[in-house]
């Protein structure tokens, strides 16, 4: 059974083109609850804990600068197949190749400026989620 949660991060680049709200209300219009909302920045170390899996790719460096390079949005939500029905809100990661309709495709730059994070498991989805909230602070 899939899960009722997924993970998603507002990146910085959204976040700076004042993006928050139309993301969110994309987020909403397609049946997703926010658990859980927190506006914050990440140190370069917690960048790198957070994307501790990708540390021997060779954009690991790049993605941990930009992850720290500003304020963003981190949020749970909640929906029955919450991680598959998000990925496919979010689009592809390459903007230009992400449909029509979807963040990326509306709201991303470019591939490394993409726009949003969504968790690609429902086992990430809780890791992830856990990285950035306690219990205490969840709905």
Do not use: C, W
């Amino acid at each position: 059974m899939t899960g009722k949660i997924t993970f998603t991060m507002i990146k910085p680049d959204a976040v700076e083109a004042n993006n928050i709200g139309p993301i969110l209300a994309m987020i909403n219009k397609a049946g997703f609850t926010i658990k859980a909302l927190k506006y914050l920045s990440l140190t370069k170390e917690q960048a790198g804990q957070f994307y501790a899996v990708h540390k021997e790719r060779p954009f690991y460096g790049e993605l941990v600068d930009y992850m720290s390079s500003g304020p963003l949005v981190a949020a749970i939500l909640s929906k029955d197949n919450a991680v598959s029905d998000y990925r496919k809100l979010i689009g592809a990661t390459d903007p230009t190749k992400a449909e029509e309709g979807t963040i990326r495709k509306m709201f991303a730059k470019s591939i490394a400026a993409n726009a949003v994070h969504g968790s690609d498991s429902d086992e990430n989805a809780h890791i992830e989620s856990d990285f950035f909230f306690s219990q205490l602070e969840r709905f």
